[in-house]
């Protein structure tokens, strides 16, 4: 898997948009931007992942830049539960198939307030 | 998070004593992903299995650790004469291809 880098903590203010930064030059052609979090003592959430199109669910949204060298995941009205660890990812997409997930050091949220 | 349950959820040891992990995965699932993560660190995968059948190992420390998945009941991590570098919680994940639907994980301490 290739090889992201994320900002080691950040904080946003509770009611606003919490932009989590991503960078991932060395992605190849085939590998997805995957993000997971990780609220403290629990298991690990998968939360959203796209290729190159910019992606939105009930949690958060995807914007991945046109050369997809980076992302930023969005949540747009940040609240206390969302405190946790944030992991970028990359890796090939695994639809039809399995395969473990690598998770780099992440960036630890914190929603003050 | 929810389906995929582990027990127990706290468990303390003394070193050289062995420490056995179990995980159920989510109902009809049939694959079950085993991770560690340290105190102050990030996870790092250890093994994967299917029913009976170990696929990927390739996390697993080459000594004391072992895991199995049988055709009936849960999967099993087993650490034998346990260490205090033990201590860590250690997260069960079930799912297939993008899914992962991670376990509350067990927190293993060992005096």
């Known amino acids: 898997d290739a090889k992201t880098t994320q900002p080691t903590s950040m904080d946003c203010a509770e009611g606003r948009a919490a932009n989590l930064p991503c960078n991932h030059s060395t992605i190849s052609g085939n590998e997805y931007v995957y993000w997971y979090r990780q609220i403290h003592s629990q298991g690990p959430q998968y939360i959203i992942h796209g290729l190159k199109n910019n992606e939105t669910n009930e949690m958060a949204s995807l914007i991945i830049t046109e050369d997809r060298k980076s992302s930023t995941l969005i949540l747009p009205h940040a609240t206390l539960r969302d405190t946790a660890v944030y992991y970028c990812i990359v890796r090939v997409d695994v639809k039809t198939s399995y395969d473990k997930v690598i998770f780099g050091p992440g960036t630890s949220l914190s929603v003050i307030p | ?53 170990i696929i990927d190992e390739s996390g697993m420390p080459k000594e004391r ?41 067990t927190r293993l301490t060992v005096l």
């Open chain 2, 65 to 105: 650790f072992s895991a199995e998945f049988p055709k009936e009941g849960p999967s099993i991590l087993r650490i034998q004469q346990v260490v205090r570098g033990d201590s860590a919680a250690y997260f069960c994940a079930s799912g297939w291809g993008n899914e992962q639907f991670f376990g509350p994980g």
């Open chain 2, 1 to 53: 998070n929810a389906g995929v349950m582990q027990n127990p959820r706290h468990l303390v040891r003394r070193r050289g004593q062995e420490a056995r992990l179990r995980c159920s995965p989510m109902k009809g699932h049939s694959h079950v992903y085993w991770y560690r993560q340290l105190p102050e660190e990030g996870l790092k995968f250890m093994v994967y299995l299917q029913k009976e059948n």
